[in-house]
């Protein structure tokens, strides 16, 4: 919706807005100093200078420089004050900014985030994104501060009529944080019946129930997702199904096997997975169930050669203890 709203702006003047539209493009790449350079030029032209400061604030959000945010944030909604991802944008900012400075700071600029938020949201009631800002907020922000839960939940439930998917997650959120734990796994299988391939949906079932402590119904979701075509994906369910089983005391020879296989087919420059240092540690952990203590102590030592953690360091020398 906001992308649409900002490229209709762009389209009121299709020759002199194309460095905007090039800006986005880059905003969205991560090249974000190029972008910066476009856009700070950009905003000395009469013309385009609204939706260079609008944008400028994204920028400064997506890098988390929330003082450039909020300075390009005001200037945006004085340039634009009837476009809601201006207000939308400053809005984030001064979010970034309450996240980031002390409490007593940030309660100078709560009263202004609420108001730019009900601005945003008033200005374009379709908005999901200013709709997921408003429920996020709800839901962790103290009652003193303006949370409220049960105000999150409406939130939620509308939100599902325009994102069926976002409203979803956010009542399974709320229904945990409500403690409805019935209520809330219901929820995340919904979720997942009206789109079995979301693999974020399922992770987070999955997870929820190794916090729950059902230890086999985590696995049978790590399971799946172990079959994902996205290597990241896979390789993190497979951590995660020898991470089950040790957390849960069960089948740790099934655990030293995915772990072995998980170090295995670890890629040299592997992101976004659990590294070889907490493989070796969770061996470990296995094998110390198993009360193979020198296969415990191996596996910790070359946890250890690979990186220094307190995890391993504090399991070796428990394990010296019970010699």
Known sequence: MRRLVIMACLMCAPVFAAPLDEARGMIDSGDYDQARTILERSAKDPALKPTALTLLTLLNNRTENFEEGV?????????????????????????????????VRAMFSLGTYKKELKKARELDPNDTEARNEEIGFLVSAPGVAGGDVDLAWQRALELEKLDWRGGLRWQAVIQFKKEEIEGGLATSRKLLEKDPADSGARFRLAYRYQILERYEEADREFAILQTDEAEQIAMNALYQRARTRVLGRYEQEQAVEFLQNYIEAMPAEAAGVPGKEAAYWRMGNAYEQLDRTDDARRAYEKSLQIEETDEARDSLKSLGKKR
């Open 71 to 103: 300075r390009y944030g005001k200037q945006a909604v004085k340039a634009s004050p009837d476009s809601a991802d201006a207000h939308f944008q400053y809005a984030v900012a001064l979010r970034t900014k309450m996240s980031k400075v002390s409490k």
